[in-house]
């Protein structure tokens, strides 16, 4: 984890100078050999990689529930016994779950903190709901600072991480279509989970990260998929 209390010491003048966006998806897109998307005036990320990161940062209290509901062994790739406090010696205990939920705590606190100290505001309680609309709170804030890239970066990791742990069954993964965001030319891919063939785990898209659903959504993004098909004299 980069600490961000010495990110924060950097002002956030620079960013009405920069051009290049500095955020995970388009990070993603520069490693793959393709150029990255232009800033949004006056910040440091383009609209996907805000998008992204507001998404993402919102899901961080729910994937944090996930993994806690792994705490008792879930996960059977992750069984390790535990040989002091929680459950008894011998008993299975997932040390990536725990892992994952205590990094989440540790860097939203982290970044919170510094952008308490910072703005002059008071910090908020040091727990991840609290934290997480603290930090959407002030996104803007810190889209426009030198550590943008940073903080989108350590967002993207916290929620690979705890969809990893939070849902390791092997699974499939079957075409969808299209995307269904406006000017997007990617196609979309559930996962499916063998315990739940009707409802997929995640969608996401081949050309952009940050069009991604979670199952819970599914039926949102059907319709919008729909309509999107009607418009475009599709079925």
């Known amino acids: 984890m980069r600490s961000p209390t010495g990110a924060g010491t950097r002002t956030a003048t620079a960013a009405t100078t920069v051009t290049r966006c500095v955020g995970a998806t388009c990070a993603g897109r520069r490693a793959a050999g393709e150029a990255g998307r232009t800033a949004n005036a006056g910040l440091r990320l383009c609209q996907a990689c805000l998008d992204r990161l507001s998404t993402e940062l919102r899901r961080l209290p729910e994937l944090y529930e996930a993994c806690g509901r792994r705490l008792d062994g879930g996960a059977q790739d992750a069984l390790r016994p535990r040989t002091s406090g929680g459950p008894l010696r011998g008993m299975p205990f997932n040390v990536q779950a725990a892992e994952a939920r205590t990094e989440i705590l540790t860097v939203l606190g982290s970044w919170a903190g510094a952008v308490a100290e ?42 690979r991480r705890a969809r990893r ?71």
């Open 118 to 159: 910072k703005r002059g505001v008071a910090a908020p309680r040091r727990e991840v709901l609290p934290l997480r609309v603290f930090l959407g709170r002030h996104l803007a804030w810190l889209a426009a600072h030198d550590a943008a890239g940073d903080f989108c970066g350590e967002v993207a990791r916290l929620a």
């Open 165 to 235: 742990v939070a849902d390791p069954e092997v699974r499939r993964r079957l075409p969808i279509g299209g995307c269904a965001e406006p000017d997007c030319s990617g196609s979309l891919t559930a996962v499916v989970g063998p315990g739940q063939p009707r409802t997929p785990a995640v969608i996401s898209c081949d050309r952009d990260p940050g069009h991604r659903w979670l199952g819970h959504e599914w039926l949102q993004l059907s319709d919008r998929l729909r309509g999107t098909a009607s418009a475009g004299g599709g079925p």
